[in-house]
């Protein structure tokens, strides 16, 4: 429950000396007695939410609290706490479960969004659910990928369409962001778990007229080598936009982890298409990715892979919503290449369903997602031994977004 906030009124002082201060509003008007009164000035309106972190809907997030810190200035926070609990069938046993529960996200936000010099600062828990792969618990989830400080950047700001980050950056790629509030669906999709999440690098962004470009040096799938050029280029015309994104490793990295995987040493292309406009987001849009042959760091022999996807959201009266993603993704490659989906030269379907429902900070929503992959490898696919084509998977998440709401303002 939001907590009430006390409008602060302020009073021009009477007096010849404070007249020319005293805006047309705040004008001193005669009383009944002939006597000069002061009258209230209007509040100041509440902040606006915050660009940062980037969500595209069906959930919003709030104004932020904001406060004073000293040299820092004036600094904004946010807040998000959510938990889900999953079913799913067709799991693989010791590393995953057909039910699970986790907290998805226990994040705070603190920024500095005025002056030259900037900052935005993320941490706390968080857990990536992503159809067709595994479940990893939240604390696995922060350990094995980006710590618990995901995203961290200073950002200078030497002119009004100009900015520079530098430090642990969103990645540039592809439609959906990486955690669960910031998209239309809980699970992450599957040309999803062919993109970077979050790199390490320097940004360079630029904006002219309906155009931003933005180019990114960084380290890729969070390899700590920086040898990965990402870029994009976005015009928008009113409630359209398309943008044209493009990223690739300029070196060879043999390190890898969870958080890297092979297709670190690849490259990945996106032509995105939004229609956002009143109730409705729309929003199809193309992938190619490749991992080249590439004998010194094993790779016998490439592969690339070849995908689409549709997202739709429609908001209804009363704060519910109902996003929907369709995808395909295919995969190339005889049996000795290298492997990026369920065995090479195999493909995957999906479809997920998000029934949203949001009031004030309090939000809960159902994720209903099905996969069904296809010219599969025996062993590289769902449940005991590896051979079931199908996975149906369903998550519940509540939750609550913290901003202004956590301030109370006295009189």
Same mark, same amino acid.
């Given at each position: ?15 010849? %000396? ?5 805006? %047309? ?7 009944? #007695?002939?006597?000069?009164?002061? +009258?209230?000035?209007?509040? $100041? ?8 972190? #980037? ?21 904004? *926070? ?15 046993? *010791? ?30 828990? !968080? ?5 067709? =792969?595994?479940?990893? /618990? ?41 955690? +669960? ?17 979050? #790199?390490?690098?320097? @940004?360079?962004?630029? &904006?002219?007229?309906?155009?931003? /470009? ?17 870029? #994009? ?5 009113? $409630? ?11 070196? @060879? =990295?043999?390190?890898? &982890? ?10 990945? !292309?996106?032509?995105?298409? +939004? ?27 490439? /592969? ?7 997202? *739709? ?9 109902? $996003? ?10 005889? %049996? %000795? ?17 998000? $029934? ?38 369903? *998550? ?16």
């Amino acid at each position: 429950m939001r907590f009430h906030k006390f409008e602060q009124i302020s009073v021009c002082v009477l007096g010849l %000396a404070l007249a020319s201060v005293c805006g %047309a509003q705040n004008a001193t008007t005669p009383s009944a #007695s002939g006597q000069q009164t002061a +009258t209230a000035a209007p509040a $100041p309106a509440p902040p606006a939410p915050l660009p940062t972190p #980037s969500i595209t809907g069906p959930l919003s997030n709030l104004p932020p609290a904001e406060f004073e810190a000293g040299p820092f200035g004036k600094l904004a *926070v946010n807040g998000f706490l959510s938990g889900m609990g999953l079913v799913q069938n067709n799991h693989i046993p *010791v590393v995953d479960d057909s039910k699970q529960a986790a907290l998805s996200n226990g994040q705070v936000f603190i920024q500095k969004t005025d002056g030259w010099f900037q900052f935005y600062l993320q941490a706390g828990v !968080y857990n990536i659910p992503a159809l067709g =792969t595994p479940f990893l /618990a939240s604390d696995k989830t922060v350990s094995d990928f980006w710590g618990p400080v995901p995203v961290a950047f200073l950002k200078l700001q030497p002119g009004k369409n100009t900015s520079i980050e530098i430090g642990s950056l969103p990645t540039l790629i592809g439609a959906e962001y990486t955690f +669960t509030f910031e998209n239309m669906n809980i699970n992450r999709g599957l040309l999803w778990n062919q993109e970077n999440a979050i #790199s390490r690098g320097i @940004q360079l962004n630029q &904006t002219i007229g309906k155009l931003a /470009a933005s180019v990114s040096w960084n380290d890729g799938f969070y390899s700590g080598r920086y040898s990965w050029l990402t870029g #994009s280029l976005t015009y928008t015309n009113g $409630p359209h936009a398309i943008a044209f994104v493009a990223g690739g490793n300029l070196g @060879q =990295t043999h390190y890898q &982890t969870l958080a890297t995987p092979v297709q670190n040493n690849g490259s990945i !292309y996106n032509v995105i298409y +939004t229609y956002s406009k009143g109730s409705w987001i729309v929003q199809p849009y193309f992938q190619y990715t490749s991992v080249p042959t590439n004998t010194q760091i094993g790779i016998v022999e490439g /592969a690339s892979t070849t995908g689409g996807a549709i997202l *739709v959201n429609h908001t209804f009266k009363h704060g519910f919503s109902l $996003p929907v993603r369709w995808e395909y993704i295919s995969s190339s490659g005889s %049996a %000795a290449a290298v492997n990026l989906m369920y065995g090479p030269g195999s493909a995957g379907t999906s479809i997920t369903v998000t $029934p949203t429902f949001q009031y004030g900070g309090f939000f809960v929503r159902g994720d209903f997602g099905y996969v069904h992959a296809s010219n599969t490898t025996p062993g590289s696919v769902f449940g005991p031994a590896g051979l079931d084509n199908n996975q149906t998977r369903a *998550v519940a998440e509540f939750g609550y977004v913290f901003g202004n709401n956590i301030v109370e303002k006295k009189p």
